[in-house]
């Protein structure tokens, strides 16, 4: 089975503090993607990366950044968290040929 | 750009009740189509896809959706819901050029019993 960890399910930060949101895989994919969830929005793409040390921005990067040093690993950085990036926070993985996407179970960050 | 459109925002059914949930999206090339779902306090899991091939998919928990590509279209279904299935529940498309999921906006499902 595909496993997708998320460092923390609950996140509570102030206005300004710098954030890391970590993401972990398992099964060697070389592919990973960070999403925010609102509702009435659906998922968005903030960045994904598909090799180690690369990366790409999706839709929303702005007020983001990331970074993937190893290939299980994929970390989102706020680098001065704002109120309106509360938000539920997924991570995903997948290789290239699959498509299909394997998701981590969240990080609920409110910025207050 | 791709776009994906899920019109029904909220569906509230009684058990046993039919469900049609559906799903367009804009994009003229060749497709790769998702439902996916997620369960209250749950992650996000797939619940069916489509490739190529026969139009009608069949997922997981009695689910099916049929790809209608003169339609753009991609609509879940299932003839007999359950409490259980209460869910949000989104579309996905990515073109095959690209690695890139496109979300539509979720529909939440609630099945009374």
């Known amino acids: 089975d595909v496993k997708v960890t998320q460092s923390s399910r609950y996140l509570v930060k102030r206005t300004g503090e710098k954030v890391f949101l970590e993401c972990v895989q398992d099964?060697?994919?070389?592919?990973m993607f960070w999403y925010r969830q609102d509702p009435g929005l659906g998922l968005r793409l903030i960045y994904f990366?598909?090799?180690?040390?690369?990366?790409e921005k999706g839709d929303i990067p702005e007020g983001y950044s990331v970074s993937r040093e190893k290939k299980e690993r994929f970390s989102l950085i706020l680098e001065s968290a704002s109120t309106n990036q509360t938000s539920m926070y997924l991570c995903?993985?997948?290789?290239?040929?699959?498509?299909?996407?394997?998701f981590g179970p969240g990080t609920r960050l409110t910025v207050t | 750009a791709q776009s994906v459109s899920q019109h029904n925002h909220h569906v509230i059914l009684s058990e046993a009740a039919s469900l049609e949930l559906g799903c367009n999206y804009s994009?003229?090339?060749?497709?790769?189509l998702f439902w996916y779902v997620q369960y209250p306090g749950q992650h996000l899991q797939l619940l069916l896809k489509?490739?190529?091939?026969?139009?009608l998919v069949k997922g997981i928990k009695g689910f099916e959706a049929e790809f209608i590509k003169s339609k753009f279209s991609f609509n879940l279904r299932k003839p007999s819901v359950q409490w259980s299935d209460t869910a949000e529940y989104f579309c996905?498309?990515?073109?095959?050029?690209?690695?890139?999921?496109?979300f539509g906006t979720g529909t939440r499902l609630l099945v009374s019993p």
């Open positions: 995903a993985s997948n290789t290239p040929s699959s498509y299909e996407q394997y």
């Open positions: 099964m060697d994919h070389e592919n």
């Open positions: 990366s598909y090799d180690v040390k690369m990366k």
């Open positions: 994009y003229g090339g060749t497709v790769n």
């Open positions: 489509y490739f190529s091939g026969d139009p």
């Open positions: 996905a498309v990515n073109a095959r050029s690209f690695q890139k999921l496109v």
